[in-house]
């Protein structure tokens, strides 16, 4: 499928905004919650939000691959297959989405009973699950309309879609937050909003582009969706090994030491998440020509791609990573001003092990892709599973049999995450390809030089710099990020690749 230049800005754009949305939402709401009805009210929110992810496992198996195989069948003129196809895999998330509700008709009236709630916010609670619950059963039963767009290459209008989805949650928590005593359940509403609007735009869409598509549940046939199943399961395994790592924590933490442990673990997420998210967007902006360079058999230039992507993706996650460790006690202690500063201590520890994660990411994602590529994606599938089989274990047990606290749900995770993103990635990344995995130790290895240089001097800045508003913050990052990054480059990249790059830039500046 060919993609304009205008779809890819288009894409970006919206994935831009994306994340500009999000942060912006949790950057004014989350200290308003917190500050009216405890961080324990943030945790109910993201606790409700991982306990229904869970089911995504068993959704992803169809829904991941639907749109390949509906789309090939259009491209061969086979609507009759092609509806086949979608009215299968809408059968099978009626059937997934009728055991999702009938679980929450159990789990949800007696969740106090299986979960720490307090008794003041339970009525909330409930209320919050429920809401969840029902925007995650829309949002399975219309993924499948997404194959419009899809099929017809009309990605710009997905994006403006997606556009148009977070103007509407803003809206609607601007008027929730604005008119009305706060609630736990506010930002679940604003989903459910975003989330009945996408439905509804899919469907259309859908219907608009795809006229000759029938949607009636008849036509659903068990052979399809067999077929469908047994391509999509390897999704659901990867699917699988992040919630692994990422949304059962919330529940051990609620589990193991209660709710407000459980709303500082989720508040001191906020900032890290969103960083991945950058890391995710940028993260497989090499695939395309690791996919060029591969159907061309050029291996030496794939090898070359591959060094650049650690340098690139490294160091544009090097300041804002280093920046964040260094100033996070202003940051928080700003952010969450009605917060106790032993609070604020603990979240700004458990935020700053937890970015961690997000730098060694950024410097071998590019290099998962690469299984991606080759097509050779069993062992890096069975790793990730394991990895979170290995993880919970460890946490479970630490949980158990120690006094550290809430602080074993960030530090086993991050040091098996990375232990991954170093040592595998790397490994089986040049041994896909047959190159040496020398190569990426190397290039990795200096381009993690800057961050430990950017930590001692933004560590020495944030420590003789009194800053006690976020117009000092904001001047005083703005200034180490300008440092930062050109410090970055020169300690990055050798010498002999410097001049070629700023010749590129000087012609394309002269162009102009």
Not at 178 to 198: E, N, Q, R
Not at 461 to 486: E, F, Q, R, T
Request: aromatic share 12%; with cysteine; proline share 3%.
């Amino acid at each position: 499928m060919k993609v304009s230049k205008k779809q890819n800005f288009v894409n970006i754009i919206s994935n831009i905004l994306a994340l500009i949305v999000q942060f912006a939402i949790n950057f004014f709401v989350v200290p308003k919650i917190i500050k009216n009805l405890g961080t324990e009210a943030i945790g109910y929110v993201n606790l409700s939000t991982d306990i229904v992810s869970y089911f995504s496992i068993i959704t992803i198996i169809f829904n991941s691959v639907a749109g390949r195989f509906i789309t090939l069948e259009i491209n061969n003129d086979n609507y009759k297959k092609a509806s086949e196809y979608i009215n299968s895999v809408l059968m099978a998330n009626a059937v997934i989405c009728s055991a999702i509700a009938l679980f929450g008709a159990i789990f949800i009236p007696f969740v106090d009973r299986f979960l720490n709630i307090s008794p003041n916010y339970l009525g909330e609670v409930k209320i919050t699950f429920i809401i969840t619950w029902f925007s995650s059963i829309i949002s399975i039963m219309t993924s499948v309309f997404t194959v419009g767009t899809f099929a017809k290459n009309k990605l710009n209008v997905n994006a403006y879609r997606n556009i148009a989805s977070y103007l509407i949650r803003i809206a609607v928590i601007v008027i929730l937050f604005g008119f009305f005593p706060l609630k736990v359940y506010f930002m679940p509403i604003a989903t459910l909003a975003s989330t009945v609007f996408l439905g509804i735009a899919n469907y259309n869409l859908t219907h608009k582009y795809l006229p000759e598509l029938k949607i009636d549940l008849r036509l659903a046939r068990k052979n399809s969706i067999k077929e469908i199943a047994s391509a999509g399961i390897w999704m659901s395994f990867i699917s699988l090994s992040g919630i692994l790592m990422r949304n059962v924590d919330t529940v051990l933490a609620n589990l193991l030491f209660g709710q407000q442990a459980m709303g500082n673990l989720s508040t001191a997420r906020t900032v890290p998440n969103a960083i991945t998210m950058i890391v995710n967007t940028i993260g497989t902006m090499f695939t395309p020509t690791f996919i060029a360079f591969y159907s061309k058999k050029l291996h030496k230039e794939l090898v070359d791609e591959a060094k650049t992507s650690i340098r690139v993706n490294g160091l544009i996650m090097t300041v804002p990573v280093a920046g964040f460790i260094a100033f996070s006690k202003p940051f928080y202690s700003l952010w969450l001003s009605s917060v106790d500063e032993k609070t604020v201590d603990l979240i700004v520890i458990l935020s700053s092990v937890t970015v961690v994660q997000a730098f060694f990411n950024s410097q071998t994602m590019a290099l998962a892709q690469l299984s991606v590529v080759v097509n050779k994606l069993k062992l890096p599938v069975f790793v990730s599973f394991g990895i979170g089989v290995v993880n919970i274990i460890i946490e479970l047990i630490l949980g158990k049999t120690t006094d550290l606290g809430i602080i074993i749900l960030v530090v086993p995770s991050t040091i098996l995450m990375c232990s991954r993103y170093i040592f595998f990635n790397c490994w089986y990344a040049a041994r896909i390809i047959e190159t040496k995995s020398r190569y990426f130790y190397l290039t990795m290895l200096r381009t993690s030089l800057p961050i430990v240089i950017l930590l001692a001097l933004y560590g020495f800045v944030a420590k003789h710099i009194v800053i006690d508003s976020w117009l000092k913050l904001i001047a005083v990052a703005g200034a180490c990020g300008v440092i930062g990054y050109p410090l970055a480059g020169i300690i990055a990249i050798p010498i002999k690749e410097i001049k070629p790059i700023l010749g590129k830039v000087k012609r394309k500046l002269l162009r102009k």
